[in-house]
């Protein structure tokens, strides 16, 4: 690891513990003991550190339906895909915990985040409208409808972490799960049998985290 990546990796572990506002340059030095002149021979100030790392979480997320093999015909992928979204957005969660804050202070980082709700939007809604045809969707199951379900599920996909770091106490792998489930469970009344089946088998491999 370059120590260019060291300071990234330092900053982002110090930002998930102690938060964004307690976190000085200084302190990243002095974690990593290294000079100030070090520091900022890579990043001119903090905020550049916390804006490639927004960068690097958004560019994690844009692959995950690339690199999962799973049929994307069945709503396993749907399952699986939030499963790493919720695993990324937990590796980077102080951007979560701050995300008002963060988007104010930075154009940047504001037009990044936006650009990607809608590009996550338009993703979804090509997913479902696929499902809805492909029967894993009850065919019923209409295009308004699915928009609201995309609005609401963006939602608690963004502030899941803050209701965790407030209310659950336990291993990090349940909480991914249990709140995985909570999210994912907005679209389960509208699954056909076939495809609700998939879901319950899904969820109870996971009966151990679960429990």
């Not at 957005?89 to 709700?117: D, G, M, V």
């Not at 249990?178 to 679209?187: A, H």
């Not at 699954?191 to 996971?206: C, H, I, P, Q, V």
Request: hydrophobic letters at 40%; one cysteine or more.
């Amino acid at each position: 690891m370059t120590r260019r990546e060291r300071i990234l990796a330092k900053s982002q572990e110090l930002f998930n513990k102690n938060g964004i506002r307690k976190v000085s340059v200084r302190s990243i030095c002095d974690e990593l003991n290294i000079s100030l002149g070090n520091f900022t021979y890579y990043f001119p100030d903090k905020q550049q550190i916390i804006i490639e790392l927004y960068d690097k979480m958004i560019s994690e997320t844009e692959v995950i339906d690339k690199e999962l093999t799973l049929d994307k015909d069945r709503i396993t992928f749907f399952l699986e895909y939030h499963r790493h979204v919720f695993k990324i957005q937990n590796k980077f969660k102080f951007f979560f915990l701050n995300t008002f804050e963060l988007i104010n202070q930075s154009t940047e980082i504001r037009k990044a985040y936006l650009a990607h709700i809608e590009k996550e939007k338009r993703k979804m809604k090509k997913l479902l409208l696929e499902f809805r045809s492909n029967g894993v969707l009850k065919a019923d199951t209409d295009t308004p409808f699915l928009e609201r379900l995309i609005d609401v599920s963006l939602l608690v996909n963004s502030f899941w972490i803050i209701d965790a770091e407030l209310h659950f106490k336990g291993r990090e792998n349940k909480k991914l799960m249990r709140y995985l489930k909570l999210c994912c469970s907005l679209i389960e009344p509208h699954l056909t049998s076939k495809a609700k089946k998939e879901y319950d088998a899904y969820f109870n491999s996971y009966k151990k985290l679960l429990s």
